[in-house]
């Protein structure tokens, strides 16, 4: 799977507009996908900016969470999801990636 796949799945799950308001960054082994909230339309990029939250987790566990086939939490406890930042935000992004 390629940074790109996995940044346009990630672009049609985020939408133009989201009830999120943030910035996280999922970053991935492939490189890093950027997601900005906090305007309309959202911006997803894959360009390393600052976030509120950080979620680190490998390109393929992420398109597992996109699919529903890796549920957040369970990927966090298991430590295939890690999370830096603000927990607020990081469980927005588990209701919005994991629903």
């Known amino acids: 799977m390629s940074l790109e796949t996995l940044t346009e799945r ?3 799950v ?10 996280v960054k999922f970053d991935t082994d492939e490189g ?12 997803v990029t894959n360009e390393d900016q ?12 992420a398109l597992k969470m996109l699919d529903g086939d890796l549920n957040p939490m369970t990927a ?4 295939k999801l890690k999370v830096k930042g603000d927990m607020g935000v990081a469980m927005k992004v588990a209701q919005t990636f994991g629903g």
């Open 10 to 12: 990630i672009r049609t």
């Open 14 to 23: 985020v939408g133009t507009e989201s009830s999120m308001t943030a910035r």
């Open 32 to 43: 890093v996908v950027f997601i900005d909230t906090t305007q309309v339309p959202n911006q």
């Open 50 to 61: 600052e976030a509120d939250c950080t979620l680190e987790i490998s390109a393929k566990n």
């Open 76 to 79: 966090f406890m298991m430590g």
